[in-house]
Every structure is written in structure tokens, then in C-alpha cells.
């Protein structure tokens, strides 16, 4: 029962870890994998997954649509900030500097042209966290 379990944490082949909260209260799914957790900011992402059924079909010169089923997933990540608000955001450079304020200035500046993802935010909140 997820009201049970507050949270849990799983490894992929790499190693890498990955952990998940309770959360209801985003988008009223039980579980968000926690990206960047500080004493003052959280980001999380959620993930719905959604079956596309295959629509493939020809029309003797054109062929369109898929041939198989598949699940497509859709990821949207969340911002808390100090005062408790959840607000949705993407991954971007400009947005993390909205939102974290100064607190990420250096590590932004140190990372040059490094594309924003998700091992760039859990890099960030390892350093927001020293």
C-alpha cells in the first residue's frame, strides 16, 4: 500500500541510484523519483506512461503510423521551494536560475555548455548540498 511506504530506492545496471517518495500531493500519483533534495529546494519528476496503440495503414503509395504497440513515457519535473509550493517546470538553464536563485550561480558557470538533464540536476544538488 503506497499510504505504508514513504519511500524507496532502486540501482539500474550502471549502478546509478534512484529514489522515490511518497508524494500524492504531485499530480495524485503515490511516487516521484526525488532528482535534488536540499534543506531548501526539492525537484522531482513524474512519470506517466501511456500505451499508443499501431495504426499503421497504407493506402497502396503511402504508408503511415505505427506497427506496433508501445508506451510511451512522459516525464514532467516539479520545483518546492522554501515555502512549500509545487510548482511544474522543464529543465533548463534559465529556469534553474530562476528558481534556485544564487545558489546555483557557480556551479552553472563551472559547467559551461553542458546540456541541462537529469544527472546535471542530481550533480547540482550534490553540490547545493556540501
Do not use: C, W
Amino acid at each position: 500500500s503506497p499510504g505504508q511506504l514513504n519511500s524507496f530506492t532502486l540501482y539500474d545496471k550502471k549502478g546509478h541510484i534512484h529514489r522515490y517518495e511518497n508524494l500524492p500531493g504531485i499530480n495524485k500519483k503515490p511516487f516521484v523519483e526525488v532528482l535534488l533534495k536540499t534543506p531548501k529546494y526539492k525537484i522531482f519528476k513524474q512519470v506517466d506512461t501511456r500505451l499508443s496503440r499501431a495504426d499503421y495503414h497504407t493506402d497502396g503509395v503511402l504508408q503511415m503510423g505505427s506497427r506496433y504497440d508501445e508506451y510511451i513515457d512522459n516525464a514532467r519535473y516539479y520545483f518546492v521551494g522554501e515555502d512549500g509550493n509545487t510548482k511544474s517546470i522543464s529543465l533548463k538553464k534559465s529556469t534553474l536560475k530562476k528558481m534556485l536563485g544564487g545558489d546555483a550561480e557557480a556551479f552553472i558557470a563551472s559547467q559551461g555548455s553542458r546540456d541541462v538533464d537529469e544527472e546535471y540536476v542530481k550533480d547540482l544538488g550534490k553540490t547545493l548540498g556540501k
